[in-house]
């Protein structure tokens, strides 16, 4: 079957830095996503990686290794607003997106 | 509005009565997804239209209903539902259904329903 992995909670303080990581095995691979999902909010974009390395992007960044089915995102200087639930979502070779059950990250100052 | 609207936010129902989901997006997109989001579990895709055309029914009970009238907007409609279908229903929209490219989705906030 296909399955991604996550942790289902992290802690962090305020000004830290966090890596969430997100293991797949999927069928086929076409590209892996990132999305934020406040508390009661819609769950908005964050990254996309689709060949190997880092994608830095502000204080974000995700990294990919197909080889290893290995991704995380690394959120640098966390603010407070950070706190949100962060979800893997992977692509499979039918172009279906796959999805983790998420991370929930809480910052406390 | 921009984005995508879906009502109501929150819904209590029994499971004799008849209700609907409403979402709409202003963003010109052509592909139009309900999710339904239950506590610590994956986002389960349940539908999919693209063009206003039914692509993709996720094996989802007949209980749930959708319409799609126009690219715009998206209905599900509900009827005699069970506790367990209690959970956040959320609406996406996309460029197109492929989701090739890095074609990613546009969520609504949910409408989260309770079914007593």
């Known amino acids: 079957g296909q399955n991604i992995d996550q942790p289902t909670e992290m802690t962090a303080t305020e000004g830290a830095i966090v890596q969430i990581n997100c293991t797949y095995q999927?069928?086929?691979?076409?590209?892996l996503f990132w999305y934020q999902q406040h508390a009661g909010e819609a769950p908005t974009f964050l990254s996309y990686?689709?060949l190997d390395g880092l994608e830095e992007k502000g204080r974000f960044s995700s990294f990919l290794s197909r080889s290893k089915g290995y991704s995380y995102l690394l959120l640098k200087e966390l603010q407070m607003k950070d706190s949100a639930s962060y979800l893997c979502?992977?692509?499979?070779?039918?172009?279906?997106?796959?999805w983790g059950a998420g991370t929930k990250l809480i910052i406390k100052p | 509005e921009t984005g995508v609207t879906q009502t109501p936010r929150h819904l209590v129902m029994g499971m004799t009565n008849k209700k609907s989901l409403k979402c709409e997006q202003h963003l010109g997109h052509n592909a139009m997804y309900w999710y339904k989001q239950s506590a610590k579990k994956p986002l389960e895709l349940m539908f999919v239209y693209n063009f206003k055309e039914q692509t993709e029914n996720n094996s989802v009970p007949s209980r749930f209903s959708p319409e799609c009238p126009n690219s715009s907007h998206l209905f599900l409609h509900l009827h005699t539902l069970q506790p367990e279908d209690s959970a956040l229903y959320l609406c996406a929209s996309s460029q197109g259904d492929s989701l090739s490219g890095a074609n990613v989705l546009t969520f609504g906030a949910g409408s989260r329903l309770t079914v007593l």
């Open positions: 999927t069928s086929g691979f076409n590209g």
């Open positions: 979502a992977v692509r499979d070779s039918n172009y279906q997106l796959i």
């Open positions: 990686n689709v």
